[in-house]
């Protein structure tokens, strides 16, 4: 598999306990705002109260996020000036044990090792004629750099004569080391504080995070490190909503990476902006409410686990238009079955899916267990309409050796809905890689909707590799599109 599965189960896991509430209990139990009543105080005083909050601000905040460390020791708070410490020797004992992980399944990258597994990436220098060498057998990495404190090589005489190389990644192995124990501090997190729907004459600038953030009306985040945390959990709703926003950054000007054909193509646009038509509840002025925008999360993983809350923030761009995010994937519940245990199938439920309803009053979140291509032979899915439906890969990994085969299948029937298929990727050379296979494979029946590149709201937090620490990369870094050809081609006889 791609790296960044295992530091993303890892990352979501400290989040899920991060969010949870000081008595251990899930801050999306209930839904926002819905909370016991005190019991010194009546039901009207406490409808009093409420009201007053609810007339002078129009968000809905969640509970502060305070991760509370299970060992009573550890319950202090780590200040901002405490952060680094070595992975082996931390205060936390979640990455202590991620230091053992990374010792027990890494191997040191020094050169004159032989090499256990392909690189995940073209060597930056011309490779020399090595046939001359003497190779030593691999060796589990054992000793951690002084200045990141993460376990890199399997001895201090091959991290000193490796010393140039590791210098190019070791400022951001440190900022990594101090990122994961600053989740485990004990501080509250007002960064995870996310703001409710917005009025709707209200406009919301989608240029980048700063300008988001903003116009959003979130709480202000002066620090670059509570901005890495918020970014790592907001990438994922806000990259589906800068690609179907009406004001999305992408478009077909100079450097805009939209293609004219996927302008045409972004059909969903118009149904998500509907105009105002006079609509009334009584029975002279209704109108005919249109169906919800379905957007299928396909090889779901991390982004099926984040908090509810999370995703509410992309209903909350769209009023008055109804979500139904579909998470397809046989990873989509993991380590979820606490919390909601799979139904058994039934003739009504064929698949097993998990409905979570009342994510917000427009929002429905469905939950399949399996492969989409065992779905989509059955037609659970059909029609598809790209007034009404998209795709998302979440760095899928299409290009790469060990799941390029599992993505065959499930590519081509994609390619034949006609619907826009957007993929993101966790560095320019993963979404270079993933690109190129879908070329080669269905080059004649792929129109790209738009071209590959940075994404705009990518991850600002950088998220290391357990079984590879000298390879870091960005939640969903890069983002393209592309859809099956609705034209039949005419090729002309030279």
Not at 344 to 364: H, L
Not at 419 to 446: A, H, M, N
Not at 476 to 491: I, P
Request: hydrophobic share 30%; charged share 25%.
């Amino acid at each position: 598999m791609q790296s960044g599965f295992a530091c993303q189960r890892y990352f979501l896991t400290t989040l899920r306990k991060t969010i949870s509430g000081r008595r251990g209990k899930s801050a999306l139990a209930k839904p926002d705002g819905v909370r016991p009543l005190p019991p010194q105080r009546s039901i009207a005083q406490h409808r009093e109260q409420r009201t007053a909050e609810f007339s002078t601000t129009q968000h809905q905040k969640v509970v502060k996020a305070r991760y509370v460390p299970s060992d009573p020791s550890l319950r202090h708070v780590l200040r901002p000036d405490n952060l680094f410490h070595s992975f082996s020797n931390s205060p936390a004992p979640e990455i202590r044990r991620r230091a053992a992980l990374i010792k027990s399944h890494a191997y040191c990258p020094h050169p004159s090792h032989h090499e256990t597994r392909p690189s995940p990436k073209p060597p930056p220098h011309p490779v020399t004629d090595s046939t001359t060498e003497v190779k030593v057998p691999a060796a589990h990495i054992r000793f951690e750099c002084p200045d990141c404190g993460i376990p890199v090589y399997c001895s201090e005489e091959h991290w000193a004569d490796d010393y140039e190389n590791h210098m190019e990644i070791c400022d951001t192995l440190r900022q990594i080391n101090e990122d994961d124990h600053d989740l485990h501090s004990g501080r509250e997190f007002p960064e995870f504080e996310y703001p409710g729907p917005s009025i709707e004459e209200a406009v919301v600038n989608m240029t980048n995070w700063d300008t988001y953030l903003y116009t959003k009306e979130y709480e202000a985040i002066n620090e670059e490190q509570s901005m890495r945390q918020a970014t790592r959990l907001l990438t994922y709703p806000m990259t589906i909503a800068s690609v179907i926003h009406e004001l999305s950054p992408y478009n077909i000007r100079k450097g805009g990476r939209l293609t004219p054909e996927g302008l045409k193509s972004l059909a969903l646009r118009f149904s998500l902006h509907p105009p105002k038509m006079g609509e009334s509840r009584d029975l002279a002025h209704l109108l005919p409410v249109p169906p919800p925008v379905r957007i299928f999360v396909l090889g779901a993983r991390a982004e099926s686990s984040l908090p509810r809350n999370v995703w509410a923030q992309l209903s909350f761009l769209f009023l008055r238009v109804g979500f139904n995010l579909i998470f397809i994937g046989p990873e989509s519940m993991q380590n979820r079955d606490r919390e909601l245990p799979l139904p058994k199938r039934t003739a009504r439920n064929p698949f097993g899916a998990v409905i979570e309803s009342g994510i917000t009053p427009y929002m429905k979140i469905s939950t399949y267990v399996d492969y989409y291509h065992t779905l989509h032979r059955a037609g659970y899915f059909h029609p598809y309409d790209p007034y009404f439906d998209c795709f998302f890969l979440f760095q899928p990994g299409l290009g790469h050796p060990a799941t390029s085969h599992e993505w065959e299948e499930t590519v081509q029937q994609l390619l034949q809905t006609k619907v826009p298929i957007f993929c993101t990727g966790y560095s320019e050379w993963d979404l270079e890689r993933d690109r190129k296979w879908v070329e080669e494979k269905f080059g004649k029946e792929v129109d790209i909707m738009m071209e590959p590149g940075e994404n705009k709201f990518r991850s600002l937090r950088w998220d290391l590799n357990d079984k590879d620490p000298s390879e870091i990369s960005s939640g969903n870094w890069g983002l393209w599109g592309f859809r099956g050809k609705r034209y039949e081609t005419m090729m002309k006889d030279n």
